[in-house]
C-alpha cells in the first residue's frame, strides 16, 4: 500500500474519518470595524446576509449580519476543537458562559447532551483591517458519553507546547502540539469526557510549520489508529515517492515513521489522527446521535427546551471592544490573558 491514500482536494468543509466527523478551515481577511465591531453596511450589497458563504472581498459573514460568525445554534452528541491562528472569537452559550480567544488560543467544547452556544467575529481593531484564520474540527462522541454534561475549556495559546527543531541540514521545524504526545512532549489536557481524554484512543491533533527545504519525521500510530493530513498553505510536500500540493489532504497509511520534505515553499500543515469509535454515525445538522431515531429525539427535545434557553440579550453577541482574552462560566472569571 502506499504511504498515502484518499489524496483529494481540500473543500471549504475538510473531509475527515472516524472518530473525526470534519474540519472547516475560515480564512478571512475582514475590513476595518465599526463601533459595533461589525462591517460597515456598504458591504452587504451583493450578500445574501444571513447565509454568506462567498469570498466577497475577501471574506465571509457565515450567519452573521453586522458582526460576522455564527449566531447562537445548538450542538448535541459530539465536541468541537477551534483553533486560532489570526483574529479572534466571542463565544456565549445557554449555560452563561462566555469568552474571547483569538491568536492561537484554542477552544475545546464537548456538547455532551446538549448546548447552545455562539461563535461571533468581532471586528475589534477600527484603524486597521481584521484577519481572521481558525480551524474548527468535529470529534465524535461513543454512544455512552453523548449524553454527558456540556463542559467546555480553554487551551491558552501561552501554556499550549510547541516543539521547535532542527532537522539534518538546520531547517526549522514548528510543532504546536493541540492534543496527543508529540516526540516525549504531551499536550494539555482535553475536557474529561472527550474521547482525546483517553491516551488508549491515540487522538492527536498536531499544527505544522516546515522551512523550505526542512524535511520532518512524522510519527505514525499503530493498533488501526487512523492519521490524516491536511496541506492548507505552502507549495508542495514530499514522501518518499509522493508528492502533494498545498490545497490537498491525503490519509496516511504507514507502519514505521513518514518523512515528510518541504519543497520550494514553507509548508504549513495540520495532522489529526485517532482510533475509530467504530459506531454508527446518524447526524443532522448540528446533532451528531447513533440512530435516526436518537436524532429525531433530540430535534424534538430541543424544540421543547431549547437547551436551557437563552440568557443573552441577542443571538449574536459580543464582549466589548477591549482586547481583553477571557472565559467566564456564569460570571465568574476564570482566567484573563491581556493580549
Not at 468581532?122 to 483591517?129: A, C, F, K, M, T
Not at 514553507?266 to 454515525?281: N, R, T
Amino acid at each position: 500500500m502506499n504511504i498515502l491514500s484518499h489524496i483529494k482536494p481540500l473543500g471549504f468543509n475538510w473531509e475527515m474519518y472516524d472518530p473525526f466527523i470534519f474540519c472547516a478551515h475560515h480564512k478571512d481577511h475582514f475590513p476595518r470595524g465599526n463601533s459595533e465591531q461589525g462591517i460597515d453596511h456598504r458591504y452587504h450589497a451583493g450578500r445574501h446576509m444571513g447565509s454568506d458563504f462567498n469570498l466577497k472581498d475577501g471574506f465571509r459573514m457565515y450567519h452573521g449580519i453586522d458582526v460576522p460568525g455564527f449566531p447562537a445554534h445548538p450542538h448535541r452528541g459530539f465536541e468541537t476543537v477551534t483553533i486560532t491562528l489570526e483574529g479572534f472569537i466571542d463565544h456565549s452559550d445557554s449555560l452563561g458562559g462566555s469568552g474571547r480567544y483569538g491568536a492561537g488560543d484554542v477552544q475545546w467544547m464537548t456538547a455532551g447532551a446538549g448546548i447552545q452556544h455562539s461563535e461571533m467575529f468581532p471586528l475589534i481593531y477600527q484603524d486597521s483591517d481584521n484577519p481572521l484564520e481558525l480551524f474548527q474540527i468535529w470529534i465524535n462522541l461513543p454512544a455512552n458519553k453523548k449524553m454527558v454534561k456540556p463542559y467546555y475549556k480553554m487551551l491558552w495559546a501561552e501554556d499550549i507546547p510547541v516543539v521547535e527543531e532542527k532537522d539534518a541540514a538546520g531547517k526549522r521545524i514548528n510543532v504546536r502540539i493541540i492534543a496527543g504526545d508529540y516526540k516525549n512532549t504531551r499536550s494539555l489536557s482535553p475536557t474529561p469526557d472527550s474521547w482525546a481524554a483517553n491516551p488508549g484512543n491515540g487522538v492527536a491533533i498536531w499544527l505544522f510549520h516546515l522551512e523550505a527545504g526542512a524535511s520532518v519525521e512524522i510519527p505514525v500510530p499503530g493498533n488501526g489508529t487512523t492519521q490524516s493530513i491536511y496541506f492548507y498553505k505552502g507549495g508542495s510536500l514530499e514522501f518518499k515517492d509522493i508528492t502533494i500540493k498545498s490545497g490537498f489532504q491525503a490519509r496516511i497509511n504507514a507502519t514505521e515513521t513518514v518523512l515528510a520534505t518541504a519543497q520550494e515553499e514553507d509548508a504549513y500543515f495540520l495532522i489529526v489522527q485517532g482510533k475509530p469509535i467504530a459506531e454508527p454515525v446518524a447526524q443532522y445538522g448540528p446533532f451528531v446521535m447513533n440512530t435516526r431515531t436518537e436524532i429525531q429525539q433530540t430535534y424534538n427535545e430541543y424544540q421543547l427546551t431549547q437547551f436551557g434557553g437563552w440568557p443573552w440579550d441577542r443571538s449574536d453577541p459580543v464582549h466589548g471592544p477591549d482586547k481583553i482574552r477571557f472565559t467566564e462560566i456564569k460570571g465568574e472569571k476564570r482566567v484573563s490573558r491581556t493580549s
